[in-house]
């Protein structure tokens, strides 16, 4: 027989990585068939990222502050959803071309 969800995964990501990899993981809970993972990107909704028996994802982000929270679900309902881990993004700017203005100085 299979029960109603009762639990949260709890999600973990690290506050700060670069150049702009995050790794999302959730503690596994008992009876979940499938998880599902959503992000907040700057402060905006939430946008599902995946559905499935996964219980970690790495994502590449640029500069920004990303939210993500989860919830375990099987044949008879979804759980509650998780608190959220938030990841705050810097990339560092480009680097710039120096010495293309030497080119006809040159005798």
């Known amino acids: 027989m299979t029960y109603p969800l009762t639990a949260a ?3 973990s990501a690290p506050t700060r990585v670069g150049p702009g ?3 999302i993981g ?3 809970v008992a009876g979940a068939t499938r998880y599902t993972l ?3 990107a700057n402060g905006a909704g939430w946008v599902t990222l995946l559905s499935d028996g996964r219980t970690s ?3 590449s982000r640029g500069n ?3 939210a993500y929270r989860v919830q375990a679900c099987n044949f008879v309902n979804c759980g509650a959803w998780s608190g959220f881990a938030t990841v705050n993004v810097a990339l560092p700017p480009p680097a710039t071309s120096q010495g293309s203005n030497l ?3 040159l005798h």
């Open 9 to 11: 995964p709890s999600p």
């Open 38 to 40: 959503q992000e907040s």
């Open 21 to 23: 990899s995050i790794g």
């Open 57 to 59: 994802v790495g994502v």
């Open 26 to 28: 959730w503690n596994p």
């Open 103 to 105: 080119q006809g100085r």
């Open 64 to 66: 920004g502050s990303y």
